[in-house]
C-alpha cells in the first residue's frame, strides 16, 4: 500500500459507489465531523446525513450521504449508507428516485382499479349465485318455475 494512503470503500445496498486509495476522508458523524488519515486509530462511527469530502491526490471529490456507519482501521475506512453518491449527480439519483416512485404509485393504483372491478364482478356473481341458491331452497328453478 502506498505510504500515507488507505483504502476508502463506500458500499450501499445495490453497489459499491467507491473503492480507491485515498489521503484523507471527511465525513459527519453523530459527534460531529470527523477526518480520518492513513494509520488511524481503529473506531466504528454512526453517521448522519451530510457530504462525504475525499482527498484523493491532492483532488476534492464530495459525495452525499444519508447516513449509515463508517468503519475504521489502520489501513481502510468502509463506509455503509443505504444511499450515497457523487454531490453533483445527487439532483439527477433524487429525480430517478421521484420518478420511480410516481411509476409504483401508477402501477398500484392500476393494480388497485383491477382488484376493485374484479372485486365487483366476484360480488355480482356471488349475489347472482345467492339468488339461485334462494330460489332452489324455496324449490324453484333459476326461472323461478317449481321444481
Known sequence: MA??????QTLTP?????????????FKTVSGEMGVMAGHEPTAVTLV?????????????????????AMV?????????????????????LAEMEQARLKRK???????????????????VLMGQEISAYSIIKGKGDEGEAL
Open 3 to 8: 505510504e500515507n494512503k488507505f483504502t476508502l
Open 14 to 26: 445495490d453497489r459499491t459507489l467507491y473503492e480507491e486509495l485515498v489521503d484523507m476522508v471527511i
Open 49 to 69: 446525513p451530510g457530504e462525504m469530502v475525499v482527498n484523493k491526490d491532492g483532488a476534492i471529490e464530495r459525495y452525499t450521504l444519508s447516513g449509515g456507519y
Open 73 to 93: 482501521d489502520k489501513e481502510r475506512v468502509v463506509i455503509l449508507s443505504e444511499i450515497a453518491e457523487r454531490t453533483d449527480r445527487m439532483e439527477a439519483l
Open 106 to 124: 401508477s402501477d398500484s393504483q392500476t393494480w388497485s382499479s383491477d382488484v376493485s372491478r374484479a372485486e365487483v364482478a366476484l360480488r355480482r
